[in-house]
């Protein structure tokens, strides 16, 4: 759904050790505004890597985002995040609550640099 200015919900996949320091650096993408919501979801994963079948705990992270600011989240993410080869997934949302919608433009229309 967009809203009146033509602005669109995008979902953002992206795994995660569950090891690693996920909600602080999930925590720094809100503070920048790149994002308006972030749900944390504990996944058991298989998946093949260099040659051999690999089986590890990982987080699944769904960023909530406008369209618009996609672009600069990925490069945040591939810049940031610990794999060598990060997944990143964009979903964009049909049918979304307008009050939703506009609760997420106004979340993250002001990008901030990094903290610290």
């Known amino acids: 759904m967009k809203n009146s200015s033509g602005q ?12 690693a ?4 650096w999930c925590r720094s993408i809100i503070e920048r505004n ?3 919501c972030v749900n ?13 079948i690999e089986e590890s705990q990982e987080v699944l992270l769904i960023f909530k ?8 989240l990925k490069e945040v993410i591939m810049k940031e995040h610990p794999y060598e080869v990060p997944e990143f ?3 964009q949302a049909n049918n979304v609550n307008a009050s939703y919608l506009k609760w997420i433009i ?4 002001q990008q901030k640099n990094k903290h610290g």
């Open 8 to 19: 669109t919900l995008s979902l953002i996949l992206v795994t995660y050790p569950a090891d």
């Open 21 to 24: 320091n996920y909600r602080a």
């Open 34 to 36: 790149l994002a308006a």
């Open 40 to 52: 944390i979801i504990n996944v058991n994963s298989i998946y093949r890597w260099k040659e051999t």
């Open 65 to 72: 985002t406008r369209r618009e600011v996609v672009e600069l």
């Open 89 to 91: 997934i964009e979903l």
């Open 106 to 109: 106004e979340s993250t229309t």
